[in-house]
């Protein structure tokens, strides 16, 4: 188990700290198109007919991501979803990076996304607008499932991710004809999905630095695209190149490493255990740690990087040290620094 692990495992259940914001080391620099979840076929559990009175369980996707969880997709795919009072949703989290599905409620504004209590799972089962009501912190191949009793307008989020993770569902009165089946969802949110992982894997060519050199990006994610639907595309690995394979950094001793977070909609860290040592334990928001400096004695981190943050170490004895983003080490985003 990785220290990103344990520390996601530590706040879902004993809260921790959530991350910010707005895929272990498999290369990722095959086109998304053959190796993407974005086009599963999302299963319908109920009626799909139009003039239905009957209950039906709506589905919806949270995330996607491409078979090595390099590129990411942060949308709830399935375009905004139009139901009858008495239906229900269910929501299918889809990769290792962690979403939320929650609902404001009277809350006027989301909580900090460092508020430890984004983990838990708050609310019933179903959800009339009066109380805040979240899944808490979901991985993939779980699900969350809500009832919606009142007839209303219900935005939603992903306290991870938002505002760029958000989505909506309309509920009209009981008995009223769908508008929208559920294959449209599927095939829109499909779509959608593709899209941003395409982004994604199209950001990949935005590497702006030296290539296999010692200015590396930590993450990296394309602007938005405009139009209806922005590009929630995002690359969760260390980049030393146009390619998403495991960057090793070779340099000498005394030299720097850079690393900057080109991300537009996540955040990162570089951080290096002590040699011989586990990464300590805890939440993947550390404070910063060990100095500007690193000879592999003892614990260093940057500390949190946020969207267009860089971090400069440097290396002051020879060895081979591996360093992890403490939030995504456990989709794979690592590194090495070989000091001849």
Known sequence: MTSSQRSWSTMAAAIGSAICLSACGGAASASPGAT??????????????????????????????????ALQGLQFYDGGMIIDAGDSVTWTFRTGEPHTVTFLGPRPKPPSPFDPTNAMRFGG?????????????????????????KVGRYPYLCLLHGPGMHGVIVVQPAGSKYPKTQAFYNSDGAS?????????????????YPIDGTHLAAGI????????????GTVLRFLDSHSATMPSTTIKVGSTVTWTNLSNNEVHTVSFAAVGH???????????????????SAYTNSGVMFPGASYTLKFTKKGTFQYVCLFHDNVGMLGTVVVQ
């Open 36 to 69: 993407s979840n974005a086009g599963q076929t999302l299963a319908l559990t109920g009626f799909q007919a139009f003039n239905s009175h009957m209950a039906v369980n709506w589905q919806s996707n949270a995330g996607t991501a491409d078979s090595h969880q």
């Open 125 to 149: 089962s179903s959800y009339d607008g009066s109380v805040y009501t979240s899944s808490g912190f979901g991985f993939a191949g779980q699900t969350y499932t809500l009832t919606f009793p």
């Open 278 to 296: 586990p990464i300590p334990p805890g939440p993947p928001d550390q404070p910063p740690a060990g100095g500007s400096t690193y000879d592999g």
């Open 192 to 208: 959608a999905a593709f899209a941003d992982l395409q982004h994604a894997y199209g950001s990949l060519q935005l590497f702006p």
């Open 221 to 232: 994610s394309p602007a938005p695209s405009g139009g209806e639907r922005s590009a929630e």
